[in-house]
């Protein structure tokens, strides 16, 4: 039975939805570990590919310049589009065992529900996409200081719209919703808590990287002792470096999205809530 007071039966405050975060995190890593190794596996593969073909990996200023000349490749541009899929359907079935585990629900058939779910996944991230570039019409069509303006605009906006439909990806899988449906509902629960959760996602951000900086700065250092100048080994000995770190940062993700869509659906849906908890007690 899990130990994590998982639907909270109150309002949490910023603090302790931290808190919460890393609880699940820490009750889920192990049994999570394989999903998020396949899912930043899955986000490497064009990387992979390239490694084996010996061909650069982007990186510097020339970086863009290197991805635009390999994509004429079709087989690359192919993996980078498998990568995607796979990631997020790896991702989602780290974020649904994770609520299996919390909810001592039953273990198994994640990965089954996440490829279920992937292409109502797709639909919603196409939906974002072109939330985003909406925003950005009006200054495309415009010239001279008002389309500095009209950008300045866009961008608040697009701030405020990244928060405000944060929860939708996690009420999809969690609650099975539509992609419309779920970014109706992300809107209606973060509506009146932008500063709120902008502060929590901003502490897990300083967080992980205060943490990432750690352990890149340890690798690095064994990277260059094993490697002894040998670039190609040096590459191959970061890409596995990004994996691990990738593997044990996805859990994370999951577990902050989780809490947060929890402590919001007690702050908006409170007597719902109750009901069901006091149904199943």
């Not at 939708?168 to 609650?175: F, G, K, M, P, S």
């Amino acid at each position: 039975m899990s130990d994590v007071p998982y639907p909270p039966q109150r309002q949490l405050s910023v603090g302790e939805v931290l808190d919460l975060s890393f609880r699940i995190y820490r009750a889920t890593l192990v049994k999570c570990l394989w999903f998020a190794t396949c899912s930043v596996l899955a986000g490497q593969l064009p990387s992979i590919y390239m490694l084996v073909k010996g061909r650069t990996l982007p990186h510097g200023a020339g970086g863009m310049g290197t991805v635009l000349a390999q994509m004429q490749d079709p087989t690359l541009d192919a993996l980078y589009i498998v990568g995607l899929v796979l990631t997020l359907v790896f991702y989602a079935a780290v974020l649904l065992r994770q609520r299996a585990i919390i909810s001592d629900g039953a273990v198994g058939g994640e990965l089954a529900a996440a490829l279920r779910r992937t292409p109502a996944l797709i639909v919603l991230i196409v939906l974002v996409v072109l939330g985003c570039l909406a925003c950005f019409v009006p200054a495309f069509v415009t010239s001279g200081t008002l389309r500095v303006l009209l950008s300045l605009a866009a961008v608040i906006a697009l701030c405020y719209g990244v928060v405000a439909i944060s929860c939708a990806q996690t009420i999809l899988l969690v609650d099975g919703a539509g992609p419309a449906s779920s970014l109706s509902r992300s809107w209606r629960l973060t509506s009146g808590s932008f500063w709120r959760l902008t502060l929590i996602y901003t502490v897990a951000l300083l967080i992980f990287l205060a943490l990432y900086l750690v352990i890149a700065a340890v690798a690095g250092f064994l990277a260059g002792v094993v490697a002894r100048g040998d670039v190609a080994m040096f590459t191959a000995f970061a890409e596995v470096i990004g994996v691990i770190l990738g593997a044990l940062a996805t859990p994370f993700y999951g577990a902050l999205a989780l809490a947060v869509l929890a402590d919001l659906k007690v702050r908006k849906e409170g007597a719902d809530l109750a009901q069901r908890i006091s149904a199943t007690a």
